[in-house]
């Protein structure tokens, strides 16, 4: 059986907060001497996360 995978659309405000988040939580995490492994491979999957391009109209485009 295939995973379910979701996909999020955020603003670059948005996309810093998460990465800022989840930073946060691995520090307290390293803090308790607790493992990090899932917190790590978040963040870096958050970090190399692709970009979508905004499909646009050129001005030249007719409408």
Do not use: F
């Not at 996309?15 to 492994?37: F, M």
């Amino acid at each position: 059986m295939k995973e379910e995978e979701r996909v999020l659309t955020l603003d670059d405000y948005e996309y810093g907060v998460v990465v800022n988040a989840l930073n946060e939580h691995r520090n307290d995490l390293i803090k308790e001497d607790r493992p990090t492994d899932a917190v790590d491979e978040l963040l870096l999957k958050t970090i190399d996360a692709p970009t979508k391009k905004q499909k646009r109209r050129s001005h030249d485009e007719a409408r």
